[in-house]
């Protein structure tokens, strides 16, 4: 499918066009994976667009440089001001915004330390990451027989391009065998994530969502979701979680900028409690998209409004 993009693009401090947006093929990054990432939300409000969690997403986008040793010569506070710039010029109601930092062409050996540092900022209209249905209806997943990378191999708290050959084995598996989306265990059999979202399990009226120890990405609608769940008075628990514990839970959801706050209704074609969103999932995704779409005050300053 054709992205639907918008026309300009930032690149190390300057706007230039989708189409001079290109890389030779000897980049470092081709060959080694050699990127640090982000996918960054910004929602059409009655006030205007606005970045959801502007701050925290270049936050962990410097903290991913950083454990990578790619230094920028951008401050954290440039770079929200540049993407703030972009959905700016590109008079964006809504989209999704992906910040790109990755090492350009130099050397073609392994050690990237003499490559450039390029840094492009692109952004593109993106819908319902999981299907339109997802929302509302909740999708089918299974448990993928890839497991999530283990501690330190490639660390989870980095988002880098090259975790995603990873997400992509469980993606193309779940896709195959006709599910939505896989969940991955970690290496010592637990639950870890979805190929790009965060895992949630409901039981008894508690919320359960595994650990940074359990090789996930420290997730920004994770953190949105704990706070909505205290909000609401539902305890949140950040546990090992055992795999049998999706398929006797009441509620199970993913998290992420991209799927939102998306229900499962069966896992391994088990049925989820009823096979249908349940209460909490809805309580809490309502909250969500209430606040990012403006329809409620940002009580928690998650909003950077554009214009
Ligand atoms: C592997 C993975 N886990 C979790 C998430 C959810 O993170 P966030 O809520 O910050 O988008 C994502 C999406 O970026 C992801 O790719």
Redesign the pocket.
Known sequence: MALDFYEKVWHNGKFISWNEATIHVASHVVSYGSCLFE?IRAYETPKGPAIMRLADHVD?LANSAKIYRTETSFTREQLRQAMIELVRVNSVKSCYIRPLIFRGYGGLGVNPLNNPVEIYLLAWKWGKYLGDEALKQGVDVCVSSWNRIAPNTLPAMA?AAA?YMN?QLIKMEAITNGYTEGIALDHAGNIS??????VFVVRNGTIYTPPLGSS??P????ASIIQLAGEAGIPVVEQVLVREILYVADEVFF????AEVTPVRSVDRIPVGKGQPGPVTQQLQKRYLDIVEGRAEDKFGWLTYCN
């Not at 997730?219 to 994770?222: E, L, P, Q, S, Y």
């Not at 998290?255 to 991209?258: D, V």
Request: net charge positive; hydrophobic share 25%.
């Open positions: 996918g962990r988002k975790n997400a994530e979805g190929s790009g979202e965060n996930v990405l997730g920004i609608t994770r998290s992420g900028t991209a």
